[in-house]
DNA sequence: GCCAACGTTGGC
DNA sequence: GCCAACGTTGGC
């Protein structure tokens, strides 16, 4: 299992949206190092939701791949902003991902919490210039978040986790940072 | 293939 | 609202 974090400006879809959503197409990425990074995750990896633009920017919550990247439907779309005149069905150029609503953190993890946090000092999140919409994170810095934020994920299905496991340390195997992916 | 101009992102 | 940083476009 990998994780990721995913920026979305909140008032446009934030995670309230999600999980009153259920589930969303994570389309409209057009940035290719961002595209390649959503072709990379699988279903069941689990992601930051980050708010950004927001006062202040942050993680709100954690949401799951639920389904593994296949081609955007914005792109095809003469309505919309995101249509792209040099793709078509047969050469696709945009791919996304669906996501679900995991749970919201307990508090706002704010941008500031971040860089105070030892294991996120080299996240290109935090590199100056950065615009990149989806970004993979450590093991270490998903933990991180969650534990910055007071949050334990209690609702995640599966058997019962071992360790080690997927990278993460006992202590966030006991906050129940774990996927049925075993 | 270079690079100036432009549009966008996103923190402040 | 400002502006730095970045990606893309398009003329040459």
Known sequence: MRFWLLKSEPEVFGYPDLERAGREPWNGVRNYQARNFLREMAAGDLCLFYHSGAKPPGVAGVARVVRAAYPDNLQFDPQSPYLDPKA????PRWSMV??????ALARLVTLDDLRGLPAWADSPLLARGSRLSVLPV????????????????????GPPPRWPFDGLSQGAVQLGVYSQLV
Not at 98 to 103: K, L, R
Not at 139 to 155: D, N, R, S, V
């Open 88 to 91: 078509t069905p047969e050469a």
């Open 138 to 157: 450590s093991p270490g810095q998903f933990e991180a978040a969650l534990q910055a934020a007071g949050t334990a994920l209690a609702h995640l299905p």
């Open 98 to 103: 669906d996501v679900a609503p995991v749970q």
